[in-house]
């Protein structure tokens, strides 16, 4: 039962990732590297940190969602593997179509580093296991681009099937996220044949422990590793 | 054969990075200036015949250099 957090050149959440699952979790993580053409056998999960993949080249993510490790991610949640996804990871997987949507540029042009407040909209469900449905929480973004988009289409399937993970609490006029414009203020979705696949803008990594301000994401990846044995149990 | 991609974000995306180019150049006095979008241009130089060129190019638009669930894209072939 093992978390892989990969490491793309130009991550850098993936070693705070790896405290919080190994300290704050006490959960076993190994290291995978973005050239590597398979997950370690041992792997359970699968974490993608957040960061600046490649540069940004071209988009964010699009450059990390075709390396060779990202065939394995996709063969691995195909198979209903739990694979979470944050800030840059979150935009990897939707330029990996593991997700639907995008990530656009936030609406006012500016880079947010702040707390913010969340619904865990599909709480209870698949990763989400240890949160209730709708619970609140608070947790820390830093992205230039988390502006969650999609075609109308694709945001009323979403929400018709649950797949809204995450919502911020604070909108604007028109229901969009007030910190980065975030079509229906849309955090963080589910998808995978299982709702096995988790993207999401905030760091919970970043609130793991007392030392770090709190425990609200903590809880997201003890979802995570449990959903990880769930497979493992389900594949022995 | 030299080509060109030419991407742009779709008309109903907002784009804060076009805003921002539009006030800095009202900012320096260009007083008409409205709507602007800032895309991006990928020059290639590509072997084969211009048709299939141009197929490979949207191909490559399809998969790579476009993102079709926020971006239109252009393929441009030259001599």
Known sequence: ?236 | MRARVIVRLKPAVLDPQGEAVERALLGLGFSGVKNVRVGKLIELDVDGDAGLVKAELSAMADKLLANPVIEDYQVEVSG
Request: charged fraction near 20%; charge should be neutral; proline fraction near 5%.
């Open chain 1, 1 to 236: 039962m093992t978390t892989a957090v990969v490491t793309f050149p130009g991550s850098n959440c993936d070693r705070d990732c790896v405290h919080a699952v190994r300290d704050a979790l006490g959960a076993p993580v190994v290291r995978s590297w973005h050239k590597d053409h398979e997950l370690p056998s041992s792997t359970t999960s699968v974490m993608l940190p957040g960061g600046f993949s490649y540069g940004d080249y071209l988009r964010c993510g699009a450059m990390a969602a075709l390396s060779p490790i990202m065939a394995a991610v996709k063969r691995f949640a195909d198979a209903g593997g739990p694979v979470l996804g944050i800030c840059n990871g979150f935009q990897i997987l939707c330029e990996a179509r593991l997700l639907p949507g995008a990530l656009l540029r936030n609406h006012d042009g500016l880079f947010h580093c702040q707390d913010v407040e969340l619904e865990v909209s599909a709480g209870g469900v698949g990763l989400l296991a240890p949160f209730d449905r709708r619970q609140r929480i608070a947790l820390p973004i830093a992205h230039g681009e988390g502006n969650y988009t999609a075609d109308e289409a694709t945001l009323d399937r979403l929400e018709a099937e649950g797949r809204v993970a995450f919502r911020y609490l604070a909108r604007d006029a028109a229901g969009n996220g007030l910190v980065n414009g975030a079509r229906r203020a849309i955090a963080g979705v589910l998808g995978g044949p299982a709702n096995n696949v988790v993207g999401l803008m905030p760091h919970p990594e970043r609130r793991s422990g007392a030392h770090l301000h709190g425990t609200d994401g903590l809880l997201l990846l003890r979802g995570l590793v449990a959903a990880g044995a769930g497979f493992a149990e389900a594949h022995a």
